[in-house]
């Protein structure tokens, strides 16, 4: 069990602010990016992850895999009938949730690596 990293916590406190501020569109820009990636680019890390870590490890990206398959196609699909502003905040969130799921990911592995002294030794 970990922590909440502080990139977890930016990454869903700014989508009530994206919600609150620029509406409900921007939920769209939040979660398309995320749609994409799992439903189209994630089986090959999701196959390793089960060889390394197994089913357990990978019920939620499993889940994902499956599910958010077309989920990207339908989101593109529904922008079509977004207006201008509709699509300005859907580009606004989804450029700000890309870079923050990034810093998540990033904060992930970061708590996943052994510390390191100067000397070499994990502590």
């Known amino acids: 069990s970990f922590p909440e990293l502080v990139e977890t916590a930016a990454y869903h406190q700014t989508l009530y602010y994206a919600i609150d501020h620029d509406g409900p569109a921007s939920l769209i820009g939040y979660f398309l990016p995320l749609e994409g990636v799992a439903g189209s680019k994630m089986a ?3 196959a390793r992850i089960r060889k390394v870590h197994g089913d357990k490890a990978a019920s939620f990206l499993m889940v994902h895999c499956n599910l958010d398959v077309g989920h990207f196609d339908e989101g593109l699909k529904d922008l079509e009938n977004f207006s201008v502003e509709q699509l300005l905040a859907v580009k606004s969130s989804a ?20 510390q390191t002294t100067r000397l070499g030794r994990t502590g």
Do not use: F, H, I, N
């Not at 450029?95 to 052994?114: C, D, E, I, K, N």
């Open 44 to 46: 090959p890390e999701l």
């Open 95 to 114: 450029t700000l949730s890309v870079a923050l799921y990034r810093s998540m990911v990033a904060g992930l592995w970061r708590q996943a690596r052994p």
